[in-house]
């Protein structure tokens, strides 16, 4: 009789640790510039408002893989395991992209009230620049810390 109820015992036991354990969600959309274990994992508790991670760009997304996973949960000592290596979650930042052309538009306008000619080409160094802003975010650019030289048509923005 005795062996029955230290199984008994021992099964509510492992029923409750798996109930305190946090659960991988299958997916993560921030629209904050961190991500917190809450949003990570469910049944977090009371680290559920912990930070664990910055959050990708606007309109950006990165997947975590079990590994990095099993390494921060441990460290934060949440109650997680991988069940196997193909784990993961994906997080995802909702924002718009803000291409080449509209920063050129807006390049253009500016130069102009700086006194380049209403034709001038643009040409950037490196890459084309690209702007990932949140989906709250008022439209339009603001050029700032505009410099423009006349006589060499350079300039910094």
Same mark, same amino acid.
């Given at each position: 009789?005795?062996?029955?109820?230290?199984? %008994?015992? /021992?099964?509510?036991? !492992?029923?409750? @640790?798996? =109930?305190?354990?946090?659960?991988? #969600? +299958? *997916?993560?959309?921030? $629209?904050?510039?961190?991500?917190?274990?809450?949003?990570?994992?469910?049944?977090?508790?009371?680290?559920?408002?912990?930070?664990?991670?910055?959050?990708?760009?606007?309109?950006?997304?990165?997947? %975590?893989? /079990?590994?990095?996973? !099993?390494?921060? @949960?441990? =460290?934060?000592?949440?109650?997680? #395991? +991988? *069940?196997?290596?193909? $784990?993961?979650?994906?997080?995802?930042?909702?924002?718009?992209?803000?291409?080449?052309?509209?920063?050129?538009?807006?390049?253009?306008?500016?130069?102009?009230?700086?006194?380049?000619?209403?034709?001038?080409?643009?040409?950037?160094?490196?890459?084309?620049?690209?702007?990932?802003?949140?989906?709250?975010? +008022?439209?339009?650019?603001?050029?700032?810390?505009?410099?423009?030289?006349?006589?060499?048509?350079?300039?910094?923005?």
């Amino acid at each position: 009789m005795r062996i029955p109820s230290l199984l %008994l015992a /021992a099964a509510i036991a !492992a029923t409750a @640790a798996a =109930a305190d354990a946090a659960t991988l #969600r +299958p *997916s993560a959309t921030v $629209d904050a510039d961190v991500v917190r274990v809450g949003d990570i994992f469910e049944d977090a508790g009371h680290l559920a408002e912990a930070v664990i991670a910055p959050a990708p760009r606007p309109g950006r997304r990165y997947v %975590l893989d /079990a590994n990095w996973l !099993a390494d921060n @949960a441990r =460290a934060m000592g949440i109650d997680w #395991r +991988p *069940s196997s290596r193909f $784990d993961r979650i994906v997080v995802d930042r909702p924002g718009r992209i803000v291409g080449r052309e509209a920063i050129s538009e807006a390049l253009r306008d500016a130069l102009r009230l700086e006194g380049a000619p209403a034709g001038a080409g643009i040409e950037y160094a490196g890459r084309a620049p690209e702007l990932s802003v949140p989906l709250q975010a +008022p439209p339009g650019l603001d050029i700032q810390s505009l410099s423009y030289d006349r006589a060499t048509g350079r300039f910094s923005a």
